[in-house]
C-alpha cells in the first residue's frame, strides 16, 4: 500500500532549544537498505592501493581511519535522496526557519554537491575503529546529518552546545543546523563503526 509523507515521517522527535534544535527519527527500512548498501563500495575505495586519491578531506580525515564520498550512482535516483531533501523540508516546517509563508516540501532544500570534483555530493562514509575519535566541529552547508549504520557498541555523539550525549541506534537518523558543535569521543573497542554524514543548502 502506497505511504503518504506524513505516514513516512510519522516518528520524528525534537531534541535541543531554538535554534540548536536536532530532528531525530529511524530510517525506513528500504531506505535503510539504500544507505547499508553503500558500505561494500565505499570499502573497496577504503581499502585500494590509491585509495588516497579519493579520501574525502575534513576535520575528521586524520582521527577516523578513512572517509569517501559516496558514489554519486548510488545516490541519483535513490528513495535515499528523496527522503532527506523531504527531511530536510520536515525539519525547516517543523522549526519554523525560514519564510514562514512558504509551503511545506517547497523545494527549498538540496543536497550540497561539487560538480566536477571527485566528492560528487557532500554525502560521505566514515569508517572508524579502535583509536579513532572525531573533534569538535562543524559542518558547511545550512543543515548537517549523522546515520548511523554499523555501531554494536553505540559509540554517542556529543552535542556540547546542547550539553547532550547522543547514545544512538543503528538506522538512526539526526539533522540539525550546520554550525552546531558535536564531536566522538575516542573508540575503545575492537568494533567496527560505520556511520554517515551529509550536508544541506536551504534556499529560502
Known sequence: MMKTIDEIFSDVTLIGQTPNLILKTQLPDKVFEEVKGWIEPCREIKDDEYRELLNHRNVGTNHNSYQTAVPRRLIDNSFFFGYICHFGELYLHTTNIGDPNKEFLNRRVHLRHYPGHFDGYDCWVNFTYKGDDNPRHNHAGSLSSIIYIQDEDC??????????????????????????????????????????????????
Open 155 to 204: 559509540q554517542p555523539t556529543n552535542f556540547p552546545t546542547l550539553n547532550y550525549v547522543h547514545h544512538p541506534k543503528e538506522g538512526e537518523i539526526l539533522l540539525f543546523p550546520s554550525d552546531l558543535l558535536h564531536s566522538v569521543d575516542v573508540k575503545e573497542t575492537e568494533s567496527e563503526r560505520i556511520s554517515a554524514s551529509f550536508n544541506l543548502d536551504v534556499f529560502n
